[in-house]
Nanobody
């Protein structure tokens, strides 16, 4: 079955960095883009990146553009999210997702999440 397993979350001071990892299994990795979403308590869920497995095209919202970088390793079925210059507002649960082709960010599978806490 499809599985997405995140790791790499933790606590960091503002200005610091973290790298999240997502291990994908149970499907043909190259066939689906992988996105990262986050949700902070009391806030709406927000997409923070998306990367295609073929061309490696990426998307970032303005809130993280220039600070977050998604990358992939097709040989290992891994997706990474490098987060630099972290801010307190980046504190959230971060989820790895599998995206269905089409407009917008349509998700059919979610990981269990990894928590990121940024202290100022």
């Amino acid at each position: 079955q499809v599985q997405l397993v995140e790791s790499g979350g933790g606590s960091v001071q503002a200005g610091g960095s973290l790298r999240l990892s997502c291990a994908a299994s149970g499907y043909t990795f190259a066939d689906y883009a992988v996105g990262w979403f986050r949700q902070a308590p009391g806030k709406e869920r927000e997409v923070v990146s998306c990367i295609s497995m073929t061309e490696g095209n990426t998307f970032y919202p303005n809130s993280v553009k220039g600070r977050f970088t998604a990358s992939k390793d097709n040989a290992k079925n891994m997706v990474y999210l490098q987060m630099n210059s972290l801010k307190s507002e980046d504190t959230a649960m971060y989820y790895c997702t599998r995206e269905i082709a089409g407009p917008g960010h349509q998700i059919d599978y979610w990981g269990q999440g990894t928590e990121v806490a940024v202290s100022s």
